[in-house]
């Protein structure tokens, strides 16, 4: 019954794999996210799609591609991983964008990434 | 200067005690404003989220804004172990359309 999750929950490669992280949600919202959150905790927006359509694309390499084959899905692809993309991902998701409703995001569980 | 500032804590307190949790923030496009609960390993849960200036309440929780102070406050009253936890303020900014989330106050409250 968990409104929005993400697979796997634990990610260990070695640098310069590539992989990919996907995203679900149950909800019916229309706006879903990726938070990158690095080891002070500290979230940040990677992208955002609302009904398929990109919307948000923060400055991050282009090494990481979103894809959107639905709006209840959003994966997240990463080439040639770095130590530097370390991190716990975060898959989010809100009833509208931002700014129209103003509906608050709802989040995955993450999916802790380490690069070896 | 960080955009939301957020005290990392830790913040330790007694069973029983008010808490009192905040965040400020320089941008006056910040016009919408969250706090969410996050467990070690857990994504973040939204606890409440309110637009405007004043007080919003929920159970033990209340969540205060002060937009001419540029200011926000969640006091968790009848504190319990269970709330134990990293407390995030989040904002939208109204400008960019994205949501700033602030680091984090690790709580830990002692049985």
């Known amino acids: 019954d968990t409104a929005v999750s993400q697979t796997p929950k634990y990610l260990v490669t070695q640098m310069g794999n590539d992989k990919s992280i996907k995203c679900e949600q149950n909800?019916?919202?229309?706006?879903m996210y990726w938070y990158k959150q690095d080891s002070k905790k500290f979230l940040k927006i990677m992208f955002s799609y609302n009904n398929k359509e990109l919307i948000i694309n923060e400055t991050v390499p282009n090494r990481f591609s979103p894809k959107s084959p639905d709006k209840a899905h959003l994966n997240l692809h990463i080439n040639s991983l770095e130590l530097g993309d370390s991190a716990v991902y975060f898959c989010?998701?809100?009833?509208?964008?931002?700014?129209?409703?103003?509906?608050?995001?709802?989040f995955g569980d993450g999916t802790r990434l380490s690069i070896l | 200067q960080k955009e939301v500032e957020q005290d990392p804590g830790p913040l330790s307190v007694p069973e029983g005690a008010i808490v009192s949790l905040n965040c400020t923030y320089s941008?006056?496009?910040?016009?919408?404003f969250m706090w969410y609960r996050q467990y070690s390993r857990k994504g973040p849960e939204l606890l409440m989220y309110t637009y405007s200036s004043g007080n919003k309440e929920d159970g033990r929780f209340t969540a205060q804004v002060d937009k001419s102070s540029k200011y926000i406050s969640l006091f968790i009253r009848d504190s319990q172990p269970s709330d134990s936890a990293t407390y995030l303020c989040?904002?939208?900014?109204?400008?960019?359309?994205?949501?700033?989330f602030g680091t984090g106050t690790r709580l830990k409250v002692l049985a």
């Open positions: 909800l019916g919202h229309d706006t």
């Open positions: 941008n006056s496009a910040f016009q919408y």
């Open positions: 989040a904002m939208l900014d109204s400008g960019t359309y994205k949501y700033i």
């Open positions: 989010a998701s809100s009833q509208e964008p931002p700014g129209q409703g103003n509906q608050p995001q709802h």
